[in-house]
């Protein structure tokens, strides 16, 4: 356990008994009013006690009750020592539920900090919110920006990292850690918002990778010019992909299953890191051990896409890999065209 971790418990520790302490004070004033009236007022039973004792601490007012001497003398002291404890009680509740939300605010952030090439996703309209379940579902690492509280309690809920701004800040996009993301999804409801995002993207991380969604087709040449990698019209988008169940509907449904899990299959690409394990071995000898891996093409830095590589052709650092095959195996390539690069680092 690390001392920053230590410090978090110590503080909920301390935070959950001082909430104790204000509870226990609350309810031995509220039984001693009660007890207190009950003694004091003769035609009065417990209920009608709580009930004065509780409008007395809380200096709603007491109507029309009448009190005896007695009952005015105890009242008086109940006044003193109830609304003293009352404001001391409900002030550790207030403080107590702003330390949560900071403490919450803290422990994100402390898991952002520690990301690396991970994604950041601007915005969680229908867009957002499909992706981030899709890179959930591969095991991706990624954080959440958008300003709208009930989409961010969504994310929150979610389990995802999530941050409550916007990113058209720059603030925000350092805080998701974008000097050291490999991508930021650009998919606000506004194509003005998408621009922006993507010009402070592309400044504060010159390598990264950038998809951008626009609304209007025509504004799809600004978004380059202003730094997108890609740029995703959803209107065209749904277009093509309705042209495609109609022209070629088997190719269309492979695609679809291959996003799903339990279809048993999985199409995807691997990057081969400049330390990973996989660099200067065969396809023949990687794919003795996960047979289920079919080898689709082979995108290397400098000439182009191999499509159906040969057998003794042999990983080269930066090779993009484009493989189907059983979720699992594909999982495991992942890992191990990156596991050496996580061990170098560490």
């Not at 109609?246 to 299953?257: D, M, S, T, V, Y």
């Not at 299959?265 to 996989?278: N, P």
Request: proline share 2%; with cysteine; net charge negative.
């Amino acid at each position: 356990m690390t001392s920053s971790d230590q410090q978090v418990q110590e503080f909920d520790a301390a935070q959950r008994s001082r909430l104790v302490r204000a509870a226990l004070a609350l309810l031995v004033v509220v039984l001693f009013g009660t007890g207190g009236f009950a003694l004091v007022q003769d035609e009065w039973d417990v209920w009608k006690s709580l009930y004065f004792t509780l409008i007395t601490i809380t200096t709603v007012g007491y109507g029309d009750y009448g009190l005896t001497p007695a009952g005015e003398r105890f009242a008086t002291v109940l006044l003193i020592v109830g609304i003293a404890t009352a404001t001391y009680a409900f002030g550790q509740f207030v403080q107590a539920a702003i330390s949560y939300q900071l403490a919450w605010r803290h422990r994100v952030q402390k898991n952002i900090d520690h990301l690396r090439d991970h994604f950041i996703i601007c915005g969680l309209g229908r867009v957002g919110k499909t992706v981030c379940q899709r890179l959930a579902a591969s095991s991706m690492p990624f954080v959440v920006i958008d300003k709208n509280a009930d989409r961010f309690s969504w994310a929150r809920d979610h389990g995802y990292l999530a941050l409550n701004g916007s990113g058209t800040e720059d603030e925000y996009l350092i805080k998701a850690g974008i000097k050291f993301a490999r991508g930021v999804v650009c998919a606000t409801g506004t194509d003005s918002a998408n621009i922006v995002t993507t010009l402070s993207a592309r400044e504060l991380n010159p390598d990264l990778v950038i998809v951008s969604r626009a609304d209007d087709h025509d504004a799809v040449r600004k978004f380059e010019r202003a730094g997108a990698s890609s740029v995703v019209a959803p209107s065209l988008t749904g277009g093509n992909d309705i042209a495609d169940l109609l022209i070629r509907p088997h190719l269309a449904e492979f695609l679809k299953q291959s996003h799903r899990v339990e279809s048993g299959y999985r199409l995807s690409e691997v990057t081969i890191d400049a330390h990973s394990e996989l660099v200067g071995r065969t396809l023949r000898e990687y794919g003795l051990t996960q047979q289920s891996l079919v080898f689709v093409a082979i995108n290397r830095p400098g000439r182009g896409t191999q499509v159906r590589p040969g057998a003794d052709e042999a990983f080269q650092a930066g090779d993009v890999v484009i493989i189907v095959g059983e979720p699992d195996a594909v999982l495991e390539m992942c890992d191990h065209a990156r596991a050496s690069m996580m061990a170098a680092a560490t």
